[in-house]
């Protein structure tokens, strides 16, 4: 495991510039690969703190958005709206492997994987079982 990054720590990163990152970050060594998901994993949480649940969808990976539609019987923003995740708070730490990551956040984890476009969640609002793999509320078949 990494330490944590103090300036992952601030929740209120301006949305516009963790989208800049997510999209232009991503490759290169692990911190960069961990900065940009832990940016991806801000930006999906602000999107869904501020309900705009078509830009959080956005942030979603493809299979996980038609998971979740398939779950709900509804589009995705509508299927996010009705999901109660946990109100995340601050980046406590982040890893990646490849193309694959985890974030960790007060509140929340959610798992990320890499794609052309940047990294999108594919699964959130998920806690830790002992000895078991996380219980995630939404997450890709």
């Given at each position: 495991?990494?330490?944590p990054?103090?300036?992952?720590?601030?929740?209120a990163?301006s949305l516009a510039?963790?989208?800049l990152?997510?999209?232009s970050?991503?490759c290169?060594?692990?911190?960069a690969?961990?900065?940009a998901?832990?940016?991806a994993?801000?930006a999906f949480?602000?999107?869904?703190?501020s309900g705009?649940?078509?830009?959080?969808?956005?942030?979603?990976?493809?299979?996980?958005r038609?998971?979740?539609e398939?779950d709900?019987?509804?589009?995705?923003?509508?299927?996010?709206?009705?999901?109660?995740l946990?109100r995340?708070?601050g980046?406590?730490?982040?890893?990646?492997?490849g193309r694959q990551a985890?974030?960790?956040m007060s509140g929340d984890t959610?798992?990320l994987?890499?794609?052309?476009?940047?990294w999108?969640?594919?699964?959130a609002?998920?806690a830790p079982?002992?000895?078991?793999p996380?219980?995630?509320?939404?997450?890709?078949a």
């Amino acid at each position: 495991m990494t330490a944590p990054r103090p300036r992952l720590h601030r929740y209120a990163l301006s949305l516009a510039a963790a989208v800049l990152v997510a999209g232009s970050a991503g490759c290169g060594g692990p911190a960069a690969r961990e900065d940009a998901a832990a940016t991806a994993g801000i930006a999906f949480e602000a999107a869904v703190a501020s309900g705009d649940h078509a830009h959080a969808c956005a942030l979603l990976a493809p299979q996980t958005r038609e998971q979740l539609e398939q779950d709900e019987h509804k589009n995705c923003p509508a299927a996010l709206a009705s999901q109660d995740l946990p109100r995340a708070r601050g980046v406590r730490e982040a890893e990646a492997y490849g193309r694959q990551a985890v974030v960790r956040m007060s509140g929340d984890t959610m798992f990320l994987s890499q794609f052309p476009a940047g990294w999108r969640v594919v699964a959130a609002g998920c806690a830790p079982r002992p000895e078991r793999p996380y219980n995630c509320l939404i997450k890709g078949a």
